[in-house]
């Protein structure tokens, strides 16, 4: 019933401004009209329930083990290409593009197969608790706008972005700088008429190589008028670094394009200056591990990134990254951190390695934070949108195992790198259940 709370009631984790990881038991949340009303200890329940007149039958009592934790953030995804996701994984970053990614964005020129992919890739990514997703679609302004419409339908919560692309493309798969413009901005008029709360649309050059400086200065001009999140590809490899100084950041910057909820993927091989420039303009990086190394891309020192007080997340970067789950993501930020140590320690050097705790806050608040939407999701704060997961770590058929002497640290751990779909019981995104076993 619409404008009745609903209580759950259990164990939750979360991140928060000061810390990497919260747990709480015994807590009550109320969630009324998508948002988080009240957070308070479990004795105050029965005063909770006659206070905001809650049925018995709308407060959920978590079992024993399970817990709640934050919806998921993926910041850096391309829909059309989960259509290969898993496969086509053997070149590196500028082969693959010509070879498999343009063959196949440029098949969503048809809508039945956009549809088929679109369908799918959402429902996917929610099923595994990617409650808000940042996503790049084709240079069509159809298909980005069906993928629109199949992401509102499904009640996800995203950035959704026609990608623009007007220079060192194939012939089969282009647009000129007018094309580009002019769909743009159709897409971004009927989508931003919509006005619905969860689906925005984001201006997505795809990377500096692909626009023209015209483009990037009209897209620019653009986003004065609609303020909308941007979002691109930067210094993902070796042969992205330029001469030095600020020659990538700095044409977004000169465009006005570099903002509070600009997104940045990779940012492999960013230097210092750059990413002095990053936190003045309060942008944010996706990291996405599994694409840096399936691609042979490189190693992004998240540690440093964290060191220097620049906002970032993570993102599945699928396909590059050939998982769309965001637990996958977690886990290759966790051995690319690794990685990197092995390597520091072989030169005589100390590393702090990630700790769980640091990758969990990485991919709920972190992400949040990389869109420009930590005032609205990423963690469990009263007047916050309730998106969160009910993880059951004893569901049947689970990945894992929990024993006796396993404390609610230990479970945490294990469904953050066994864990998966099994145990994401309901996926709720603004206190709609949009997912879940
Ligand atoms: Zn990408």
């Known amino acids: 019933m619409a404008g009745t709370p609903t209580i759950f009631h259990g164990s939750f984790v979360h991140s928060t401004k000061e810390k990497d990881m919260v747990t709480h038991n015994d807590m009550v949340i109320g969630v009324e009209r998508g948002k988080i009303i009240f957070i308070e200890h479990e004795t105050r329940l029965p005063d909770l329930m006659s206070e905001y007149s809650v049925p ?43 070879t498999y990614t343009f063959p196949t964005e440029a098949k969503f020129k048809d809508l039945k197969y956009a549809m088929d992919v679109y369908s799918k890739v959402v429902d996917r990514t929610l099923k595994n608790g990617t409650t808000t997703a940042c996503y790049f679609a084709t240079l069509h302004r159809d298909a980005t706008n069906l993928l629109f419409q199949i992401i509102e339908k499904a009640g996800q919560r995203a950035y959704v972005g026609k990608v623009n692309m007007d220079c060192c493309s194939p012939t089969y798969y282009k ?104 936190k003045l303009r309060g942008s944010g990086i996706a990291h996405c591990p599994n694409s840096n190394i399936t691609l042979r891309s490189g190693f992004l020192d998240v540690r440093h990134v964290l060191e220097k007080g620049c906002k970032i997340g993570l993102g599945t970067d699928v396909s590059g990254g050939y998982s769309c789950s965001m637990l996958d993501a977690l886990r290759s930020a966790s051995q690319v951190s690794k990685t990197i140590a092995i390597q520091r320690e072989e030169r005589g050097e100390n590393y702090e390695i990630l700790t769980y705790k640091e990758l969990f806050r990485l991919a709920t608040l972190g992400g949040s934070e990389v869109m420009g939407l930590d005032e609205t999701i990423g963690n469990f704060q009263v007047g916050k949108d309730f998106d969160g997961i009910v993880v059951d770590p004893l569901v049947e058929n689970s990945p894992f195992d929990v024993f006796s002497t396993d404390t609610f640290s230990d479970i945490i751990q294990k469904f953050l790198f066994l864990g998966d779909d099994r145990n994401m019981i309901d996926v709720f995104v603004a206190g709609t259940r949009t997912s879940g076993r």
């Not at 626009?211 to 999140?229: A, F, K, T, V």
């Not at 330029?242 to 020659?247: A, D, P, Y």
Request: hydrophobic share 35%; with cysteine; proline share 4%.
């Open 56 to 98: 018995r039958d709308k407060v959920r009592h978590l079992e024993k083990w399970q817990f709640l934790m934050p919806g998921l953030v993926d910041t850096h995804i391309h829909a059309p290409q989960y259509a290969f996701a898993g496969s086509k994984m053997d070149l590196q970053l500028y082969d693959w593009l010509s």
């Open 175 to 278: 647009e000129t700088m007018e094309e580009s413009l002019e769909d743009t901005k159709k897409f971004v008029e009927s989508t931003v008429s919509k006005k619905n709360p969860l689906v925005t649309p984001i201006i997505t050059p795809r990377f500096t190589g692909s626009c023209s400086e015209e483009l990037i200065m009209s897209l620019g001009r653009l986003n004065q008028q609609y303020q909308l999140p941007v979002q691109t590809h930067e210094l993902e490899t070796r042969a992205d670094v330029g001469t030095g100084g600020l020659n990538h950041l700095h044409i977004w910057d000169k465009a006005g394009l570099l903002k509070h909820n600009t997104v940045l993927a990779h940012c492999v091989y960013i230097s210092e200056e750059e990413l002095d420039l990053l």
